[in-house]
């Protein structure tokens, strides 16, 4: 029964605290059970993809790959909370305790490298041409022809690259959005 | 005529004040009904937004690294939550009706909260349930002798007649094995013979809950055991429509036989649940449009259940039948509210999804429930593919623009 796993509920809480409070922390507990089939404790890529929004998404499967570390199935609560973490608004740090010197998750620079690393499909720090044909084609389907897209490509990496090699490194992406309203486009309100 | 069951009343009201009494106690989060999470922006405003920094092109499309920002929030409101799948778990109350099954963030509150509760837990079990599970017993084994008894009479109004007496007394008796306390608005419009009746599900008591008030001739398909007793003595009294597994496939032979029944104006008005599945009391999901399409007069019923008393919600999944039921007589009551609708015909160049929608929202109007357009069917299957497809045309007129070749 859910009560029981406080105790695991208690534990997650050290890290994320300062990100979610008492009560968001166990509607996201709530939802994560619900969304745990399985009953083992861990998200798998399938449970995700349960979600019928999230199924219709074009981006879908690699926002599931998101919450996932490099190389594993399952995602427990904590690396739920951790992926969701970037997603909280900038505003309500001053409520919370930064614990450590370190940047928040949800700081502009993080919510902008969830976005690139959405591009970046080898996750080797670089988003190449065929990286974002890839994921540009996952976004539009079949509407689109190849050709086209290509040079839809080609135009935005020339547009980032500063340093001539082809492709768009960390630094690119982050000077090309520098105008975007990233704080507030890349954040959900979660409910207190 | 039928057996009223006296001591069902102060029961329920003493269930209604120690329910009041907990507003005194509660120290839940009172939260108000879960607002949506998400913001409603469309994807054309949203990504607009996004390119705002960019100089316009001339053919309106475009494409910037900064599109993806859209469709990951979508994403991640999604995870956090999303409309279709807390349909199919019970719903959250704001405050809780001491009952433990819907407990979900226990923690201790007061020992006055638990005595109440542990005394509620005695009178649920030791007293409402048993008395509940004998007055089902013998509304059902009424229902198959009079059924029976009926059946044996050759075709004439004093058939009908007794049939309908028969019919209605049982489900009396069933209703109060349930304690269940139904208010029915508007009954000018209750369905009649030669119609189809159309109700938003969340569960098998729909059917004694409406069947309280009128005769219907039920669909389903035919079950093994107990359940199929049950449906072949109440097919010997008056015509019901019972399809076998194999025959439930054949979309024109249901058509063809609903619509038979349908023609008939001397037969009982149809009761179907065109969700097709059962759905939490909190929305309407899309109605599929097979009953649109008989032809019929369409009398739309709305059915809402009240939380506090009981969760009346069946969730296939988690519970089987037997469990389910023993749960809803350890619940308090079931209370709820009947509203039957204004009949409704399919109108000129209306075609069936239309007026199954039409209906729907009509019915979701009427009961406060929030009206969807998702097929209760993702509560088992996989979403269709074509709705990625619409996502991905939709965006990619954002990049090329209007006008395109392509």
Redesign the interface.
């Known amino acids: 029964p859910l009560w029981c796993d406080k105790v695991l509920l208690r534990a997650s809480r050290r890290v994320e605290i300062a990100y979610f409070s008492h009560s968001q922390i166990t509607r996201l507990y709530s939802r994560f059970h619900s969304l745990d089939k399985g009953e083992n404790g861990a998200l798998s890529r399938e449970d995700f993809q349960r979600i019928p929004e999230l199924a219709i998404n074009p981006l879908g499967d690699r926002i599931i790959n998101a919450f996932f570390p490099e190389g594993e199935d399952q995602v427990n609560f904590r690396g739920f909370m951790r992926t969701l973490a970037h997603f909280r608004p900038v505003e309500d740090n001053e409520k919370s305790k930064g614990h450590d010197a370190s940047e928040p998750l949800n700081s502009r620079n993080n919510k902008l490298l969830f976005a690139f690393r959405l591009y970046d499909l080898d996750r080797d720090d670089k988003i190449s041409r065929d990286e974002l044909l890839q994921v540009l084609r996952m976004m539009v389907g079949v509407n689109i022809s190849d050709e086209q897209l290509g040079s839809i490509a080609d135009r935005t990496i020339q547009e980032a690259d500063t340093n001539g090699d082809m492709s768009i490194s960390f630094s690119e992406f982050i000077k090309v959005l520098e105008k975007v309203d990233v704080e507030q486009k890349m954040s959900i309100r979660f409910l207190h | 005529m039928f057996l009223k069951f006296p001591l069902s009343y102060p029961l329920r009201f003493l269930s209604g004040l120690i329910t009041s009494v907990l507003f005194h106690e509660q120290d839940w989060?009172t939260?108000e009904e879960?607002?949506k999470?998400?913001?409603d922006g469309s994807m054309e405003k949203?990504i607009g937004?996004?390119r705002r920094?960019r100089p316009k092109r001339p053919d309106g499309g475009d494409?910037?690294?900064?599109?993806?920002?859209?469709?990951?929030?979508?994403?991640?409101?999604?995870?956090?939550?999303?409309?279709?799948?807390?349909r199919f778990?019970s719903e959250e109350l704001v405050s809780w009706n001491l009952l433990t099954r819907t407990?979900?963030?226990?923690?201790y509150v007061s020992l006055r909260l638990t005595v109440l509760w542990g005394l509620g837990v005695v009178i649920r079990y030791c007293i409402l349930a048993p008395l509940r599970i004998t007055l089902a017993a013998i509304g059902i084994s009424w229902l198959v002798i009079g059924t029976t008894v009926v059946g044996l009479l050759p075709s004439s109004r004093v058939k009908n007649w007794l049939s309908e007496l028969v019919h209605l007394m049982c489900y009396r008796i069933c209703a109060r094995g349930l304690s269940a306390t139904v208010h029915y608005h508007n009954k000018q419009n209750r369905p009649r013979k030669g119609g189809i009746c159309v109700a938003n599900h969340t569960s098998p008591i729909d059917v004694v809950i409406l069947a309280n008030d009128g005769c219907y001739a039920m669909v389903g398909q035919v079950h093994g055991g107990l359940m199929g007793v049950i449906q072949r003595s109440m097919v010997k009294s008056c015509p019901h429509i019972w399809f076998e597994r194999s025959e439930m496939k054949d979309r024109h032979l249901v058509t063809q036989r609903l619509r038979d029944h349908v023609n008939d104006k001397t037969k009982l008005p149809i009761l179907i649940f065109p969700e097709g599945t059962c759905i939490n009391n909190t929305s309407v999901m899309m109605f599929k449009k097979g009953s649109f399409e008989i032809g019929g007069t369409i009398y739309p019923v709305a059915i809402k259940y009240d939380p506090q008393f009981g969760d009346a919600f069946w969730n296939s999944a988690k519970y089987n039948m037997v469990s389910y039921l023993l749960r809803m007589m350890t619940s308090w009551a079931i209370v709820c509210n009947v509203w039957y609708l204004p009949a409704m015909t399919q109108m000129e160049g209306e075609d069936a999804v239309q007026f199954a929608n039409r209906v729907k929202s009509a019915i979701a109007r009427q009961g406060g429930l929030v009206d969807l357009s998702?097929d209760g069917g993702?509560k088992r299957d996989?979403?269709k593919n074509t709705?990625?497809?619409?996502?991905?045309?939709k965006?990619?007129?954002m990049?090329?623009g209007d006008d395109s070749s392509?």
Not at chain 2, 387 to 393: P, R, S, T, V, Y
């Open positions: 989060d939260e879960l607002n999470v998400k913001d949203e937004e996004l920094s494409f910037t690294l900064s599109d993806v920002f859209y469709f990951s929030r979508k994403g991640l409101e999604s995870i956090v939550e999303d409309e279709v799948t807390q778990s407990n979900n963030n226990f923690h998702w993702l996989k979403v709705f990625k497809e619409l996502e991905q045309k965006y990619s007129s990049v090329v392509d």
